[in-house]
């Protein structure tokens, strides 16, 4: 569905996961573009009803790019670029909120 307008065989590449499933990609791509380029739509679903989403605007405008980074949440896939061992997960709602001690 999606195909890279650079050359396919250029570039370093990075291996990563998404949902557990190792991946790669390459360097100087964004997760969500990396995500695209191996078939991956779905990133987040809906707090509310739980719809799925997919990346849209690809420039940091729509916020359906969010997904879970190394188990932090509410990430723009779009505007993060793709690094070596990335641990990449679907964001099911909302943003799980972080425990305050004290
Ligand atoms: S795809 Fe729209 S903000 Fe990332």
Redesign the pocket.
């Known amino acids: 569905m999606f195909r890279s307008m650079r050359d396919a065989g250029g570039g370093t590449r990075l291996s990563f996961t998404f949902d557990g499933r190792p991946l790669s990609g390459r360097e100087g791509d964004?997760v969500?573009a990396s995500l695209l380029a191996n078939g991956i739509a779905i990133c987040r679903e809906t707090p509310v009803s739980g719809a799925p989403r997919?990346?849209?605007?690809?420039?940091?405008?729509?916020?359906?790019?969010?997904v879970v980074i190394d188990g932090v949440g509410n990430r723009?896939?779009?505007?993060v670029p793709l690094r070596e061992g990335m641990r990449i997960e679907t964001q099911h709602g909302r943003r799980q909120a972080e425990e305050v001690l004290g």
């Open positions: 964004t969500a997919a990346p849209y605007c690809l420039m940091g405008v729509c916020f359906d790019c969010l723009q896939g779009c505007l």
